[in-house]
Antibody
């Protein structure tokens, strides 16, 4: 079965960077886009961007342009999302989500990773 | 960016009630509309995709309808495990956007 396992929670100082990993199993990693969604405490869901693991092509939300980098390593079926110049507003749970077979919806999610930004 | 507006933002309901949540897009998105359920501390769960297709394993009491700009999620008979927050999402164009959520609480 499809599984997405994310790295553990991290605490970062303002101005630092964080790199979140998402290890996939149970399917052909290169065959499906991976998206990243975040959720600030008590808030809604926010789309950050996506990566095509096969080509490495990315599409980022304008809000994160210049601060976010999404990559993938097909040899270990792992996607990464790195966010730089962190502020307290970046405190959130970060999810990876794999698209479905027939379109851009998310039947499969990672368990989420809490990133706390505090001085 | 396409804005997604859900209503209501919250509601109280009883087990057995019929529930309808609406989602309106700021422009036409055809049928590129998905619904998710989220419980505290958990990742969202896909319920409905492309407006009306029921995700495998999701109970048939959940249904979705609509096209263009107006969509609805209906729960025909609310069960105890349905108390959660529900989000719509448009997948018509990037940036993909979500509604603000509808929290369903026990009356």
């Amino acid at each position: 079965q499809v599984q997405l396992v994310q790295s553990g929670a991290e605490v970062k100082k303002p101005g630092a960077s964080v790199k979140v990993s998402c290890k996939a199993s149970g399917y052909s990693f290169s065959g499906f886009h991976m998206h990243w969604v975040r959720q600030a405490p008590g808030q809604g869901l926010e789309w950050m961007g996506r990566i095509n693991p096969s080509s490495g092509g990315t599409d980022y939300a304008q809000k994160f342009q210049g601060r976010v980098t999404m990559t993938s390593d097909t040899s270990i079926s792992t996607a990464y999302m790195e966010l730089s110049r962190l502020t307290s507003d970046d405190t959130a749970v970060y999810y990876c989500a794999r698209v479905g077979g027939g379109g851009t919806y998310y039947p499969h999610w990672g368990q989420g990773m809490l990133v706390s930004v505090s001085s | 960016d396409i804005q997604m507006t859900q209503s209501p933002s919250s509601l109280s309901a009883s087990v057995g009630d019929r529930l309808t949540i609406t989602c309106r897009a700021s422009q036409s998105i055809s049928n590129y509309l998905n619904w998710y359920q989220q419980k505290p501390g958990k990742a969202p769960k896909l319920l409905i995709y492309v407006a009306s297709s029921l995700q495998t394993g999701v109970p048939s009491r959940f249904s979705g309808s609509g096209s263009g700009t107006d969509f609805t999620l209906t729960i025909s008979s609310l069960q105890p495990e349905d108390f959660a927050t529900y989000y719509c999402q448009q997948s018509y164009s990037t940036p993909l956007t979500f509604g603000q959520g509808t929290k369903v609480e026990i009356k």
